[in-house]
């Protein structure tokens, strides 16, 4: 049975976006599997480097728990690995309480601190009283209820069942459809087949001259690529040197896509290919290749002079 | 005597960047203030927005203890805030302890979570059987040490007098040169005027249109304006709809950098200035005015009939 690590402990937002990903069999092709939770997000990824693992779960972006900069940054550095598939799930926050707690009651509250922070407008209407304390996840701080060390937790939905505790309240999210991406990753195998609505991410490397990123970013607009997202990122060690995360529409086998990708290759100092994979938004479908397949057919004939 | 707010509480890295700040007296006009510690960044803006505070220091980028991305959604959303000046620091982790504390004493240590992250192979090494438990902020760590709920903590130098603890050993990140980079804001005024190597930071929100980025980028490249930074940010509320974070060396008050702003303000659909400051790395001089100057003169002759 494949084993996938994720970022735990068990009860994470983390954990509830592998459950998803596991239950859509198509899109990862890992009907069942053993989930093992990991320490960080960088212990998560080496697992799968080093074969230990077959597969790992990590927030992307807009993480409540994990610091997506370091899934960055991990996923950069280090041997390749490829994303084969992403989900989206919903912020949504519960205030869990040992069972019979009263919101009177409710003398010291919990959580990592992202996620008090997401829920801050609510507590000071609701709970303006109580005191509140930091823990490393919203599990830890489940498990802090569980045993008396606080009287309410803030936590993903799914931490009440496993930790046998009671909902306060439900939803209290302050941004009310905030949603966090996950990207299930391997080690670079067969890409995913495109399914007509797939996003592909890359990390681009460019010189430091002035106009480099615009001409990135022309040979996507070029082609009709529709950028999903861009981020600079420090390169570590070296203050003042970026590269570039870049998500797409598209994927790798569709000929617009290609070109643009073989075009950075030729004019980017480093280009690493972080994946293929069926899109988890509403975003729209790929681009098309229609008008690329057209022009080669006729650049085709004009070559073997059947026209001109 | 003017007041201002910083990421607390005190001893965290935020404090040593803006005493760093007032130290330098003439980039931001503050000689002499009164700091006063904030609960979040949100927390620290706010005020200065209400007229509470008369400036806050935020970290913007590479953060220990903020979590950054709540930095720059906290400058785009509410009221405009612009930063007068700016500071980087480098990312420097001790390990305190009570005075007498060997290193086969520690069986516990604690910090903010981003702050033991950044020591880990360093733990490893050298603390490999001590717990591990999470603050709020390393300050906190070292009140926890102090009060002998821990035996160390992960610390900013600046902790360890001011909690009166021992280093048991210095500089412990695993990477030695990380830097972290802070923001002094005010509510909009006089803008701080050019030094000849400043940085300017806007938020731009464009259409989705396929090539809305390339255009906006090439915009700066067309007039030899160097970005430093770029970030795109989801809208809160809104997943798909991004805004996105620029930097780039020059001043508002030069003539190139001036007409890129221009040219942003007629294509985008929203552009927020967040300052021109001087800065604080060595990357090197604004972009020069030369061209633009000489342009400028040869084209007011050519309309007023001087030449042709």
Request: glycine share 8%; hydrophobic share 45%.
């Amino acid at each position: 049975m494949p084993r996938i690590a994720y970022l735990g402990p068990e009860g994470t937002f983390t954990e509830q976006a592998v459950c998803r990903l596991l239950a859509d069999s198509t899109a990862t092709g890992l009907n069942t599997a053993e989930l093992i939770p990991a320490e960080s997000v960088a212990a998560a990824l080496d697992a799968v480097r080093s074969g230990e693992r077959d597969a790992a779960c990590v927030p992307i972006e807009n993480s409540v728990e994990g610091s997506v900069t370091s899934t960055m940054d991990a996923l950069a550095d280090g041997a390749p690995l490829v994303a084969v598939a992403e989900t989206m799930l919903p912020v949504r926050f519960d205030i869990l309480v040992r069972e019979g707690t009263r919101a009177e009651d409710v003398r010291t509250i919990t959580s990592h601190p992202h996620a008090l922070a997401q829920v801050r407008r609510w507590l000071e209407v609701h709970l303006p009283g109580a005191a509140q304390s930091a823990t490393t996840s919203t599990s830890a701080a489940a498990v802090a209820v569980r045993d008396g060390q606080a009287d309410a937790a803030v936590c993903s939905p799914l931490a009440a069942e496993r930790y046998g505790l009671s909902v306060l309240a439900g939803q209290v999210a302050d941004i009310e459809d905030a949603v966090t991406r996950f990207l299930l990753v391997r080690r670079p195998g067969a890409v995913p087949p495109p399914t007509g609505a797939d996003r592909t991410t890359v990390v681009v490397v460019t010189g430091d001259a002035i106009g480099s990123l615009a001409r990135v970013l022309n040979e996507f607009a070029l082609r009709g690529v529709n950028l999903t997202r861009i981020e600079s990122r420090p390169i570590k060690g070296s203050f003042g040197e970026y590269r570039f995360f870049l998500d797409f529409a598209g994927h790798v086998a569709q000929a617009h896509v290609g070109e643009a990708l073989a075009a950075l290759r030729r004019h980017c100092q480093d280009v690493r290919f972080l994946g293929s994979f069926p899109r988890a938004d509403e975003g729209g479908p790929s681009g098309s290749d229609e008008a690329f397949t057209a022009a080669a057919e006729w650049l085709a004939e004009i070559r073997s002079g059947g026209r001109a």
